[in-house]
């Protein structure tokens, strides 16, 4: 099973919570597949909580979701059920909440704020969310471990959603939109350099070799 990655958030701030409540859970019948549900459907609930005008609720909601969603995967290492399936759905949740999230932000700026193009900024922190994502799912699992350090980290989901709170709880939604389509698009565009120059000096080490 492929290594766990933790971003600073996630270590620094989710675990000191999550882990703790995922032990107390693995006494019980609770499976893992049944918290990522529960993280999504709390995500679900901070998008409600956007479009009804309630940003703080909704950024506190937006933190807890990411910190339940680190229970499922240490509830299934403890009870030693973790399945292809499992990382397979929460994956696909986690899109979808992140869209959820992200949209719901767009809604509360358009309807809360009075700045220029909140449609276009809430459209490309989507779609640098969805492509942060992307890339290192479609990257070749034998470099997977290269978007797990530095800069090609600083976008990484618990960052986002930590930002988004932030932005949230203070009223700043058009800021942190921006801020989030900056970093996302930004960190998806280094990545594919720094890719693309790894592997062309790896196939000329390669070459000096044969």
């Known amino acids: 099973m492929e290594a766990v990655y933790d971003g600073y958030i996630s270590k620094y701030v989710n675990r000191k919570v999550s882990e703790p409540v995922a032990r107390l859970l693995s006494k019980t019948k609770i499976t893992p597949n049944q918290i990522t549900w529960v993280a999504f459907g709390i995500a679900l609930l901070s998008f409600i909580s956007f479009i009804f005008g309630q940003n703080i609720i909704a950024g506190l909601l937006v933190q807890l979701s990411s910190i339940v969603d680190g229970i499922d995967g240490s509830l299934a290492r403890m009870k030693g059920i973790a399945s292809t399936f499992g990382g397979f759905l929460d994956s696909i949740l986690d899109r979808y909440a992140d869209i959820l999230i992200v949209l719901g932000l767009t809604f509360w700026s358009y309807f809360n704020e009075t700045y220029p193009g909140i449609w276009l900024v809430g459209f490309l922190a989507i779609a640098g969310t969805i492509c942060i994502s992307y890339t290192r799912a479609r990257i070749d699992s034998r470099y997977r471990h290269l978007f797990d350090k530095g800069l090609k980290s600083l976008a990484s989901r618990d960052i986002r959603l ?27 565009l280094y990545r594919l350099i720094y890719l693309h120059r790894y592997l062309v000096a790896g196939s000329s080490q390669s070459e000096s070799a044969s």
């Open 162 to 188: 930590f930002l988004i709170m932030l932005g949230a709880v203070t009223g700043q939604a058009y800021f942190c939109l921006i801020l989030i389509a900056a970093l996302t698009n930004l960190v998806v």
